[in-house]
Antibody, heavy 118, light 108 residues
Framework: EVQLVESGGGLVQPGGSLRLSCAAS????????MDWVRQAPGKGLEWIGR??????????EYAASVRGRFTISRDDSKTSLSLQMSSLKTEDTAVYYC?????????WGQGTLVSVSS | DIQMTQSPSTLSASVGDRVTLTCRAS??????LAWFQQKPGKAPKTLIY???NLESGVPSRFSGSRSGTEFTLTISSLQPDDFATYYC??????????FGQGTKVEIK
Protein backbone atom coordinates (compact mmCIF):
# COMPACT_ATOMS: atom_id res chain seq x y z
CA GLU A 1 0.00 0.00 0.00
CA VAL A 2 1.35 3.42 -0.97
CA GLN A 3 1.81 5.65 2.06
CA LEU A 4 3.03 9.23 2.26
CA VAL A 5 3.44 10.93 5.63
CA GLU A 6 4.34 14.61 5.82
CA SER A 7 5.92 16.23 8.84
CA GLY A 8 7.69 19.41 9.86
CA GLY A 9 4.90 21.94 9.68
CA GLY A 10 4.42 24.65 12.26
CA LEU A 11 4.40 28.36 12.99
CA VAL A 12 7.20 30.49 11.55
CA GLN A 13 7.77 34.21 11.30
CA PRO A 14 7.84 36.05 7.98
CA GLY A 15 11.31 35.83 6.50
CA GLY A 16 12.01 32.60 8.33
CA SER A 17 12.76 29.10 7.12
CA LEU A 18 11.20 25.69 7.58
CA ARG A 19 11.90 22.21 6.28
CA LEU A 20 9.12 19.75 5.50
CA SER A 21 9.62 16.03 5.08
CA CYS A 22 7.60 13.31 3.41
CA ALA A 23 8.22 9.69 4.35
CA ALA A 24 7.25 7.33 1.54
CA SER A 25 6.59 3.59 1.56
CA UNK A 26 4.81 0.91 -0.43
CA UNK A 27 6.40 1.64 -3.82
CA UNK A 28 9.80 1.90 -5.49
CA UNK A 29 10.57 5.47 -4.49
CA UNK A 30 13.34 6.18 -7.01
CA UNK A 31 11.12 5.20 -9.96
CA UNK A 32 8.48 7.86 -9.45
CA UNK A 33 7.98 11.60 -9.63
CA MET A 34 7.21 13.35 -6.35
CA ASP A 35 5.29 16.60 -6.02
CA TRP A 36 4.57 19.18 -3.37
CA VAL A 37 1.10 20.74 -3.56
CA ARG A 38 -0.28 23.32 -1.17
CA GLN A 39 -3.65 24.70 -0.22
CA ALA A 40 -4.07 28.06 1.47
CA PRO A 41 -6.98 28.38 3.91
CA GLY A 42 -10.26 28.41 2.01
CA LYS A 43 -8.48 28.31 -1.35
CA GLY A 44 -7.85 25.80 -4.12
CA LEU A 45 -4.93 23.48 -4.77
CA GLU A 46 -1.63 24.91 -6.00
CA TRP A 47 1.16 22.77 -7.48
CA ILE A 48 4.46 24.14 -6.23
CA GLY A 49 7.16 21.71 -7.25
CA ARG A 50 8.32 18.33 -8.50
CA UNK A 51 11.28 16.04 -8.10
CA UNK A 52 11.40 13.79 -11.12
CA UNK A 53 12.42 10.14 -10.94
CA UNK A 54 15.86 8.61 -11.25
CA UNK A 55 15.39 7.98 -14.97
CA UNK A 56 14.97 11.73 -15.43
CA UNK A 57 17.99 12.41 -13.26
CA UNK A 58 15.94 13.78 -10.38
CA UNK A 59 15.30 17.02 -12.25
CA UNK A 60 13.40 19.54 -10.15
CA GLU A 61 10.73 21.95 -11.33
CA TYR A 62 9.09 24.80 -9.43
CA ALA A 63 6.11 27.09 -9.67
CA ALA A 64 6.98 30.73 -10.23
CA SER A 65 5.50 31.64 -6.83
CA VAL A 66 8.20 29.68 -4.95
CA ARG A 67 11.13 29.48 -7.38
CA GLY A 68 14.32 30.71 -5.75
CA ARG A 69 12.89 30.40 -2.23
CA PHE A 70 11.92 26.71 -2.02
CA THR A 71 14.15 23.71 -2.73
CA ILE A 72 13.03 20.13 -3.21
CA SER A 73 15.37 17.26 -2.48
CA ARG A 74 15.02 13.53 -2.09
CA ASP A 75 16.92 10.75 -0.37
CA ASP A 76 16.23 7.47 -2.13
CA SER A 77 18.07 5.49 0.57
CA LYS A 78 15.58 6.77 3.14
CA THR A 79 12.66 6.99 0.68
CA SER A 80 12.15 10.55 1.81
CA LEU A 81 11.25 13.79 0.07
CA SER A 82 12.02 17.20 1.54
CA LEU A 83 10.91 20.76 0.93
CA GLN A 84 13.26 23.44 2.24
CA MET A 85 11.38 26.72 2.47
CA SER A 86 13.13 30.03 3.04
CA SER A 87 12.22 33.73 2.92
CA LEU A 88 8.73 32.69 3.95
CA LYS A 89 5.85 35.08 3.38
CA THR A 90 2.43 35.27 5.01
CA GLU A 91 0.96 34.07 1.71
CA ASP A 92 2.88 30.80 2.07
CA THR A 93 0.50 29.85 4.88
CA ALA A 94 -1.12 26.61 3.72
CA VAL A 95 -1.47 22.89 4.16
CA TYR A 96 1.38 21.25 2.25
CA TYR A 97 0.79 17.88 0.62
CA CYS A 98 3.26 15.36 -0.74
CA UNK A 99 2.02 13.56 -3.88
CA UNK A 100 3.45 10.73 -5.95
CA UNK A 101 2.44 9.65 -9.42
CA UNK A 102 2.34 5.96 -10.24
CA UNK A 103 1.07 4.86 -13.67
CA UNK A 104 -0.81 8.13 -13.98
CA UNK A 105 -2.47 7.84 -10.59
CA UNK A 106 -1.89 10.46 -7.89
CA UNK A 107 -1.36 9.32 -4.30
CA TRP A 108 -1.58 11.95 -1.56
CA GLY A 109 -0.31 12.29 1.96
CA GLN A 110 -2.47 13.74 4.72
CA GLY A 111 -0.74 17.12 4.65
CA THR A 112 1.09 19.30 7.16
CA LEU A 113 0.11 22.84 8.11
CA VAL A 114 2.54 25.73 7.76
CA SER A 115 1.55 29.06 9.30
CA VAL A 116 3.62 32.14 8.54
CA SER A 117 2.79 34.91 10.96
CA SER A 118 4.44 37.40 13.29
CA ASP B 1 1.88 27.86 -19.07
CA ILE B 2 -1.25 25.76 -19.52
CA GLN B 3 -4.36 27.26 -17.94
CA MET B 4 -7.09 25.00 -16.59
CA THR B 5 -10.62 26.44 -16.37
CA GLN B 6 -13.24 24.55 -14.41
CA SER B 7 -16.95 25.22 -14.64
CA PRO B 8 -19.16 25.84 -12.90
CA SER B 9 -17.50 27.17 -9.73
CA THR B 10 -20.45 25.96 -7.69
CA LEU B 11 -23.11 23.44 -8.59
CA SER B 12 -26.30 22.94 -6.56
CA ALA B 13 -27.89 19.55 -7.08
CA SER B 14 -30.09 16.98 -5.42
CA VAL B 15 -29.46 13.37 -4.51
CA GLY B 16 -30.10 11.24 -7.58
CA ASP B 17 -29.25 14.01 -10.08
CA ARG B 18 -26.88 13.44 -12.96
CA VAL B 19 -24.19 16.10 -12.77
CA THR B 20 -21.48 17.14 -15.19
CA LEU B 21 -18.35 19.08 -14.28
CA THR B 22 -16.11 20.54 -16.97
CA CYS B 23 -12.41 21.33 -17.14
CA ARG B 24 -11.02 23.11 -20.19
CA ALA B 25 -7.32 23.30 -21.00
CA SER B 26 -5.71 26.19 -22.84
CA UNK B 27 -3.54 23.76 -24.83
CA UNK B 28 -3.68 20.16 -25.93
CA UNK B 29 -3.04 17.68 -23.11
CA UNK B 30 -3.77 14.44 -24.84
CA UNK B 31 -5.21 12.20 -22.16
CA UNK B 32 -3.06 13.69 -19.40
CA LEU B 33 -5.62 14.86 -16.85
CA ALA B 34 -6.73 13.70 -13.41
CA TRP B 35 -9.81 14.44 -11.31
CA PHE B 36 -9.70 14.68 -7.53
CA GLN B 37 -12.40 14.88 -4.88
CA GLN B 38 -11.77 16.81 -1.68
CA LYS B 39 -13.87 17.03 1.45
CA PRO B 40 -13.35 19.69 4.15
CA GLY B 41 -10.26 19.06 6.25
CA LYS B 42 -9.19 16.06 4.18
CA ALA B 43 -6.56 15.39 1.55
CA PRO B 44 -7.72 15.14 -2.05
CA LYS B 45 -8.60 11.68 -3.35
CA THR B 46 -8.01 10.54 -6.92
CA LEU B 47 -11.19 9.64 -8.80
CA ILE B 48 -10.11 9.53 -12.44
CA TYR B 49 -6.66 9.36 -14.04
CA UNK B 50 -5.55 9.68 -17.67
CA UNK B 51 -8.85 11.44 -18.45
CA UNK B 52 -11.14 8.42 -18.30
CA ASN B 53 -9.67 5.70 -16.08
CA LEU B 54 -11.56 5.05 -12.86
CA GLU B 55 -9.34 4.73 -9.80
CA SER B 56 -9.66 1.44 -7.96
CA GLY B 57 -12.35 1.54 -5.30
CA VAL B 58 -14.13 4.57 -6.76
CA PRO B 59 -17.84 3.96 -7.41
CA SER B 60 -18.81 3.36 -11.01
CA ARG B 61 -21.23 6.32 -10.95
CA PHE B 62 -18.14 8.45 -11.56
CA SER B 63 -16.82 8.65 -15.11
CA GLY B 64 -14.45 10.84 -17.07
CA SER B 65 -14.26 11.75 -20.72
CA ARG B 66 -12.39 14.00 -23.09
CA SER B 67 -13.27 15.94 -26.24
CA GLY B 68 -10.27 17.81 -27.56
CA THR B 69 -9.13 20.11 -24.77
CA GLU B 70 -12.38 19.78 -22.80
CA PHE B 71 -12.58 17.20 -20.06
CA THR B 72 -15.72 16.12 -18.25
CA LEU B 73 -16.38 14.43 -14.92
CA THR B 74 -19.86 12.94 -14.72
CA ILE B 75 -21.63 11.61 -11.66
CA SER B 76 -24.51 9.53 -12.95
CA SER B 77 -26.61 9.59 -9.78
CA LEU B 78 -25.44 11.97 -7.07
CA GLN B 79 -25.17 10.41 -3.63
CA PRO B 80 -24.93 12.14 -0.21
CA ASP B 81 -21.24 11.21 0.04
CA ASP B 82 -20.51 13.05 -3.22
CA PHE B 83 -21.07 16.57 -1.90
CA ALA B 84 -17.51 17.88 -2.03
CA THR B 85 -15.14 20.00 -4.09
CA TYR B 86 -13.72 18.56 -7.29
CA TYR B 87 -10.45 19.57 -8.94
CA CYS B 88 -8.83 18.71 -12.24
CA UNK B 89 -5.06 18.74 -12.78
CA UNK B 90 -3.11 18.57 -16.01
CA UNK B 91 -0.09 16.26 -16.18
CA UNK B 92 1.46 17.48 -19.40
CA UNK B 93 5.15 16.93 -20.05
CA UNK B 94 6.21 20.27 -18.61
CA UNK B 95 5.68 22.29 -15.47
CA UNK B 96 3.69 23.92 -14.05
CA UNK B 97 1.21 21.09 -13.57
CA UNK B 98 -1.72 23.35 -12.97
CA PHE B 99 -4.99 22.65 -11.19
CA GLY B 100 -8.36 24.00 -12.09
CA GLN B 101 -9.88 26.36 -9.54
CA GLY B 102 -12.34 23.72 -8.35
CA THR B 103 -16.07 23.02 -8.52
CA LYS B 104 -18.00 22.82 -5.26
CA VAL B 105 -20.98 20.47 -5.43
CA GLU B 106 -23.59 21.58 -2.91
CA ILE B 107 -26.90 20.20 -1.74
CA LYS B 108 -29.81 21.92 -3.46
Amino acid sequence: EVQLVESGGGLVQPGGSLRLSCAASGFTFSDHDMDWVRQAPGKGLEWIGRSKNSGQRYTTEYAASVRGRFTISRDDSKTSLSLQMSSLKTEDTAVYYCVTWIAGRGYWGQGTLVSVSS
Amino acid sequence: DIQMTQSPSTLSASVGDRVTLTCRASQSLGECLAWFQQKPGKAPKTLIYKASNLESGVPSRFSGSRSGTEFTLTISSLQPDDFATYYCQQCNAYAPYTFGQGTKVEIK
